[in-house]
């Protein structure tokens, strides 16, 4: 695993938003054969509650321009002093170019800022973190915007009981600068790539582009749970396994890094994969558990990309030392153990689509106009 440390980075200021639209897994009790004692069962347990979803017509970019915007205004920092922005996601707008340059004219950015993007998942934020952490410290930038998020429920068939009712859409702003005091930050990162195939999307790239064939595929398992092309797989049982393995010692990891005990520790923001797998991890790393929510996935669902943010905006008091403990997608994780004194914390908010935003046959016809040489 790599282990880092940073100093003289502040975080100053994170900002959430989640879609208007949600669905109540208790207006879903079709899905429970109409049980209200089985549907309880699984409240309890799982943890099911609210999800977020996105319309048909906003993307994860849309999002995450709307979170940084608010941070940015409401923060009052000027955008022409911005000197780098990172965009971690995992639901790109368009195979190219990145979403951190679409971001960039967006938000009306100078010319002399650095945009990158970054493809993870519930991991992605910490990386990003440690990202921003070393071009800050390195004196490559001064700040770092950071977007971060995803639209998972775009890519999931909403009667697939597996994956429906665990993932919602949330989309975050974070941004860091250089300051003089002493912050430190340390980070614990890892990758456990034979495991690639555990969390997958195997059609749409290069390896496999999309065709008739895969755009057709209809495939359901024993318990009539339906996948198409367009979806990931997840092997469920191999991913928990890998989760009970990775996240305990990430824990105990990051705060020995950071020389830290329990008792020094104010949040605990693990990776809402849903209630069961939180309430094991704190069990099994020895955490004490009231501070470690694990009731931000029954207000929020599965964030992926955006879960420990999501944990972090959730909270009303003021911050001190947090711990973040994300894992996912690759197979890859990431622990961060980090000063939030004096951060601002925009907490989450609802997007408003746009009422004019242009349907999906308005776009693919300026894209043919644009490639005919009639639209700029």
Same mark, same amino acid.
């Given at each position: 695993?790599?282990?880092?440390?940073?100093?003289?980075?502040?975080?100053?200021?994170?900002?959430?938003?989640?879609?208007?639209?949600?669905?109540?897994?208790?207006?879903?009790?079709?899905?429970?054969?109409?049980?209200?004692?089985?549907?309880?069962?699984?409240?309890?347990?799982?943890?099911?509650?609210?999800?977020?979803?996105?319309?048909?017509?906003?993307?994860?970019?849309?999002?995450?321009?709307?979170?940084?915007?608010?941070?940015?205004?409401?923060?009052?920092?000027?955008?022409?002093?911005?000197?780098?922005?990172?965009?971690?996601?995992?639901?790109?707008d368009y195979p190219e170019?990145?979403?951190?340059c679409i971001a960039h004219?967006?938000?009306?950015?100078?010319?002399?800022?650095?945009?990158?993007?970054?493809?993870?998942?519930?991991?992605?934020?910490?990386?990003?973190?440690?990202?921003?952490?070393?071009?800050?410290?390195?004196?490559?930038?001064?700040?770092?915007?950071?977007?971060?998020?995803?639209?998972?429920?775009?890519?999931?068939?909403?009667?697939?009981?597996?994956?429906?009712?665990?993932?919602?859409?949330?989309?975050?702003?974070?941004?860091?600068?250089?300051?003089?005091?002493?912050?430190?930050?340390?980070?614990?990162?890892?990758?456990?790539?034979?495991?690639?195939?555990?969390?997958?999307?195997?059609?749409?790239?290069?390896?496999?582009?999309?065709?008739?064939?895969?755009?057709?595929?209809?495939?359901?398992?024993?318990?009539?749970?339906?996948?198409?092309?367009?979806?990931?797989?997840?092997?469920?049982?191999? +991913?928990?396994?890998?989760?009970?393995?990775?996240?305990?010692?990430?824990?105990?990891?990051?705060?020995?890094?950071?020389?830290?005990?329990?008792?020094?520790?104010?949040?605990?923001?693990?990776?809402?994969?849903?209630?069961?797998?939180?309430?094991?991890?704190?069990?099994?790393?020895?955490?004490?558990?009231?501070?470690?929510?694990?009731?931000?996935?029954?207000?929020?669902?599965?964030?992926?990309?955006?879960?420990?943010?999501?944990?972090?905006?959730?909270?009303?008091?003021?911050?001190?030392?947090?711990?973040?403990?994300?894992?996912?997608?690759?197979?890859?994780?990431?622990?961060?153990?980090?000063?939030?004194?004096?951060?601002?914390?925009?907490?989450?908010?609802?997007? +408003?689509?746009?009422?004019?935003?242009?349907?999906r046959e308005q776009q693919?016809?300026?894209?043919?106009?644009?490639?005919?040489?009639?639209?700029?």
């Open positions: 695993m790599t282990v880092s440390s940073f100093n003289h980075v502040c975080l100053s200021g994170i900002k959430t938003v989640v879609p208007e639209h949600f669905i109540d897994i208790d207006n879903e009790i079709q899905y429970f054969d109409n049980n209200p004692k089985k549907l309880a069962r699984q409240k309890k347990m799982i943890g099911y509650g609210r999800r977020y979803i996105t319309d048909e017509n906003t993307t994860v970019t849309d999002m995450a321009v709307y979170a940084a915007k608010k941070l940015l205004e409401e923060m009052q920092i000027n955008r022409s002093g911005i000197e780098s922005v990172i965009f971690v996601n995992q639901s790109p170019p990145c979403d951190a004219d967006k938000l009306g950015l100078n010319e002399e800022c650095a945009c990158f993007s970054v493809s993870l998942g519930c991991s992605g934020y910490v990386y990003a973190l440690w990202l921003a952490h070393s071009l800050i410290a390195s004196k490559a930038v001064r700040n770092c915007l950071i977007l971060a998020g995803d639209v998972s429920t775009r890519k999931i068939e909403q009667t697939n009981r597996k994956f429906a009712p665990v993932f919602g859409d949330a989309c975050s702003a974070s941004f860091l600068q250089y300051t003089n005091e002493e912050k430190t930050a340390s980070f614990v990162l890892g990758t456990r790539g034979k495991g690639w195939n555990k969390i997958v999307m195997p059609f749409g790239g290069i390896r496999i582009p999309h065709g008739k064939d895969t755009v057709s595929m209809r495939v359901a398992d024993a318990a009539g749970n339906e996948w198409n092309g367009r979806s990931a797989i997840m092997k469920g049982e191999d +991913v928990f396994n890998f989760t009970m393995d990775v996240a305990p010692a990430l824990l105990n990891d990051t705060m020995k890094a950071a020389n830290w005990r329990a008792d020094d520790v104010d949040l605990f923001a693990i990776h809402q994969a849903n209630k069961q797998i939180v309430e094991n991890i704190v069990s099994k790393a020895g955490i004490p558990p009231e501070k470690a929510p694990v009731d931000v996935f029954s207000k929020y669902a599965n964030n992926s990309t955006n879960s420990v943010v999501t944990v972090v905006c959730d909270q009303t008091k003021p911050l001190k030392n947090v711990v973040l403990c994300a894992f996912g997608i690759g197979l890859s994780w990431g622990g961060a153990a980090l000063d939030l004194s004096g951060m601002y914390n925009g907490g989450i908010s609802t997007y +408003v689509s746009p009422k004019d935003k242009p349907t693919i016809q300026y894209w043919a106009k644009y490639f005919k040489g009639e639209e700029e």
